[in-house]
């Protein structure tokens, strides 16, 4: 026989806004530096349970399917998906810059900082025939400027520069 006991909780628990507000904090915080936070499991969750706050957890499907559509999805997750394109391994920081799509679409991300539209404008204005012809990471560093985060397979943009590029600057 099964009893249900009940009780009062010592403190109020905290309101929805709160809450919301919390696992937008800490999926920010995961994008930026994934592997200290769980990687692609802790996005998932989080993403799950910001979906789930807002009353659309179908979006999840719909997301995956595009994801899989894409060739961003496989039974295991964007790291199965990004195995091909990085055998060595599939970098936390790449998964979460593919996150941080979903998650700028969805209106959740904190960027530092966001290029005006006359940067964005300049950039992908030139940035197709510049790449046209061989560059170095010197050629790319000095047309456009360091990134905001590097991994050492791809340059990402999702948030501080991170141990990994420091190390990436100080061998080239």
């Known amino acids: 026989m099964r009893k249900t006991v009940c009780g009062t909780l010592p403190t109020p628990l905290a309101a ?15 994008l930026r530096r994934p592997g200290m936070h769980g990687g692609e499991t802790a996005l998932r969750i989080l993403v799950d349970h910001l979906l789930f706050v807002e009353r659309e957890p179908e979006a999840w499907a719909e997301l995956k399917q595009d ?12 790291a199965g998906a990004l195995q091909d394109l990085f055998p060595t391994r ?54 456009f400027g360091l990134p905001l985060c590097c991994s ?20 080239r």
């Not at 970098?91 to 969805?106: L, W």
């Not at 005006?116 to 950039?123: C, S």
């Not at 050492?152 to 061998?171: F, K, V, Y």
Request: charged fraction near 30%; hydrophobic fraction near 40%.
């Open 67 to 78: 994801w899989e559509d894409r060739g961003l999805w496989t039974p295991t997750g964007i």
């Open 90 to 143: 599939a970098d936390c920081d790449n998964i979460a810059s593919v996150y941080a799509e979903f998650v700028h679409r969805r209106g959740w991300l904190k960027p530092y900082r966001v290029l005006t539209r006359e940067e964005y404008e300049a950039l992908t204005g030139r940035v197709r025939q510049w790449a046209a012809a061989g560059r170095t990471w010197p050629d790319v560093t000095a047309e």
């Open 152 to 171: 050492e397979e791809a340059i990402l943009c999702t948030g501080r520069r991170s141990a990994t590029s420091r190390r990436m600057r100080s061998s």
């Open 16 to 30: 929805v806004e709160e809450i919301h507000a919390h696992l937008v904090d800490q999926l920010n915080l995961a």
